[in-house]
């Protein structure tokens, strides 16, 4: 019978080898753990580094900021060097810091808007501290809102670029600057686009608006909020011309819904929170640097262009008229409600006395049908246009609008000086200007050259 194999020697190899094996893991495992420490602390000096370069000072000696500015670790980290930091604290400060004594220092949404851009430059030169906010929407060509950026950055007013449902930016700017006043002018605008994109609508004119509501009620002090609403909320009414007292529950679009929905939010923030809270129904506002989407504008464009326009009538063969209001008025109504809005009332969020509530058109007082709009546009521009009269849409527009602006008078000497007709002479020259249009765009002789610096 043969002897069984001898496994003696195969054992120890495998033992050997299984020792091999654990010397070598146990020298990988060292191995990574040192560079895993190394790594570990090269982030936290590089974390270090960092913090030391952009963590502002608690304190600021500057005697126009008199209160401290606290800022937490996990704030000052979220905000890069572009929306944060100590340069970019340096530039938001020296922009809302007033020139003048007892200048406000206002902080406008929208400032590189239509109404906004000009706002923000008239109180600029008067020496009002002014910071704007925008978040440079595509809603119309973004390039035009960069030019005006451009614009109002020559004249030492900075621009921060975000959006109002962005809560950590607000209460960041807040914690910066004291402002005594926001001009709220962010909004989303136009009637007809509603039809396409409603949920922006919500976005920008309800949620937007709470969201600026919302910070501005916890600061200390509170500021007074002077804002757009806008003469659409009018609606569906027939009494003309549209005074404050008149009905505003019935309307007509998705947009005015939500302006109607902003008055009576600002409402409850006035009636619970103290804020101060002053709105302003704007009347089809026109003029130099205004919006593509609007018709002056793009009947200009189509006009020089040989292309055809749509005039639109009521469905009763009416002729569409608006209360075209040029933007220099506009703004000094603008300015006038600042002047004369009281202080919010309201301390961390909680009310301690009645705030003043206020509601003003700021029309022309002067409605003119469109097709008296073209022909000005015509004699303007010397050129015919290809007019395509056709019944207005049911998309939410109204076939007229027609501002009372007695209170506004009354209570801050609002008074519109410009026609329609020396209004858009004034755009007419801006646009060619601004578009670098060879044209026989008629000239008046009267008139000073429009600038676009010059145009507020």
Known sequence: MASPPDTSKTIKIERYNSYLRRLHSTKVINASSKLLFRATLLVALVLILFFTLNYPPLSDNNPNHPHLHHHNFLSTAFFTSSSGGAAWEKKVRHSSTPKRRNGLSVLVTGAAGFVGSHCSLALKKRGDGVLGLDNFNSYYDPTLKRARQELLL???VFIVEGDLNDASLLR????????????????????????????????????????LLEVAKAANPQPAIVWASSSS???????????????????????AATKKAGEEIAHT????????????????????????????????????????????QTQDD??????????????????GALDTAKKSTGSGGKKKGPAQLRVYNLGNTSPVPV????????????????????KMPRNGDVPYTHANVTLAFKDFGYKPTTDLATG???????????????????????NKSEHPEEST
Not at 424 to 446: A, C, E, M, P, Q
């Open 424 to 446: 858009l002479r004034k755009f007419v020259k801006w646009y060619v200007n601004y578009y670098g249009i060879h044209t026989r765009v008629k000239k008046d002789s009267n």
């Open 154 to 156: 020559k004249h030492e």
């Open 172 to 211: 960041k700017l807040f914690d910066v600057v004291p402002f005594t006043h926001i001009l709220h002018l962010a909004a989303q605008a136009g009637v007809r686009y509603a039809m396409q994109n409603p949920q922006s609508y919500v976005s920008s004119n309800i949620a937007g608006f709470v969201n």
């Open 318 to 335: 009416k002729q569409v008229a608006r209360d075209f209001t040029y933007i220099d008025d506009v703004v000094k109504g603008c300015v």
């Open 269 to 312: 923030y006035n009636h619970i929170y103290g804020l101060s809270l002053t709105g302003l129904r704007f009347f089809t506002v026109y003029g130099p640097w205004g919006r593509p989407d609007m018709a002056y504008f793009f009947f200009t464009k189509d006009i020089l262009q040989g292309k055809p326009i749509d005039v639109y």
């Open 371 to 390: 097709g008296n709009l073209v022909s000005i546009l015509e004699g303007l521009l010397r050129t015919k246009a290809k007019k395509h009269v056709i």
């Open 233 to 255: 909320v009018y609606g569906l009414n027939t009494q003309v011309p549209f005074s404050e007292l008149d009905r505003t529950d019935q309307p007509a679009s998705l947009y």
